[in-house]
């Protein structure tokens, strides 16, 4: 059973920055495709950004391409997303998932994804 353990989440002031962590027991290397989602209450949940290991690419909403970077540390089994220039908008409870693969232009589909983690709060104030 895999496991994702997502950590990180604060509240901050607009401006600010945050970093987010995922932990994903096993070996990282299975999983073609890692990637960040978050879902704001009364809104459906958003792809944010993905890291596909195969290609080796990366690619982000446009929401938050220019502010945010995700990278990966495979040595630590752990995902990160670097939030830069945090905007009220922001606001979400942010997650990771797993899959074995995913498309430039279909990343964000959460059918990509097996597993997920619970989830970490990130709260923007103004």
């Known amino acids: 059973q895999v496991q994702l353990v997502e950590s990180g989440g604060d509240s901050v002031q607009a401006g600010g920055s945050l970093r987010l962590s995922c932990s994903v027991s096993g070996d990282m290397s299975r999983w073609g495709c890692l990637g960040w989602f978050r879902q704001a209450p009364g809104k459906e949940r958003e792809g944010v950004a993905v890291?596909?290991?195969?290609?080796?690419?990366?690619a982000y909403a446009g929401s938050v391409k220019g502010r945010f970077t995700i990278s990966e540390d495979n040595a630590k089994s752990t995902l990160y997303l670097q939030m830069n220039s945090l905007k009220p908008e922001d606001t979400a409870k942010y997650f990771c998932?797993?899959?074995?693969?995913?498309?430039?232009?279909?990343?964000?589909?959460?059918?990509?994804?097996?597993?997920w983690g619970q989830g970490t709060q990130v709260t923007v104030s103004s």
């Open positions: 890291f596909n290991r195969a290609g080796g690419w990366t």
């Open positions: 998932a797993a899959g074995r693969s995913c498309y430039p232009n279909s990343w964000s589909s959460q059918n990509n994804y097996n597993y």
